[in-house]
């Protein structure tokens, strides 16, 4: 099985940063793509942020574009989110994903970690 594990959320003041870390554990893969979700209560599930690792694309979600990096190491299965600027509207937890049976969807998950920006 493929586990994954998010570390690194905390409460932070808005302005501030924070880097999000996601190991994969278990049996070993390989996967198309890993990336970062997030979701606050009452709320839907929001792409953060995406690594294609066939070139190293990355992807963002438009609400964090410029403020968020997304990067990792495909061979040690693990990505990272650096995020900078942090707004009170990024609060959620955020969720380590990847595309690993199904190309077109990411699959497996991990459990969450929470941010919370105060104001």
């Known amino acids: 099985q493929v586990q994954l594990v998010e570390s690194g959320g905390g409460l932070v003041q808005a302005g501030g940063s924070l880097r999000l870390s996601c190991a994969a554990s278990?049996?070993?893969?390989?996967?198309?793509?890993m990336g970062w979700f997030r979701q606050a209560p009452g709320k839907d599930r929001e792409f953060v942020a995406g690594?294609?690792?066939?070139?190293?694309?990355?992807y963002y979600g438009d609400s964090v574009k410029g403020r968020f990096t997304i990067s990792g190491d495909n061979a040690k299965n693990t990505v990272y989110l650096q995020m900078d600027s942090l707004k009170p509207e990024d609060t959620a937890v955020y969720y380590c994903?990847?595309?690993?049976?199904?190309?077109?969807?990411?699959?497996?998950w991990g459990q969450g970690t929470q941010v919370t920006v105060s104001s």
């Open positions: 690594i294609n690792w066939r070139g190293g694309y990355t």
């Open positions: 994903a990847a595309r690993v049976v199904n190309p077109l969807r990411f699959d497996y």
């Open positions: 278990g049996r070993t893969f390989s996967s198309y793509a």
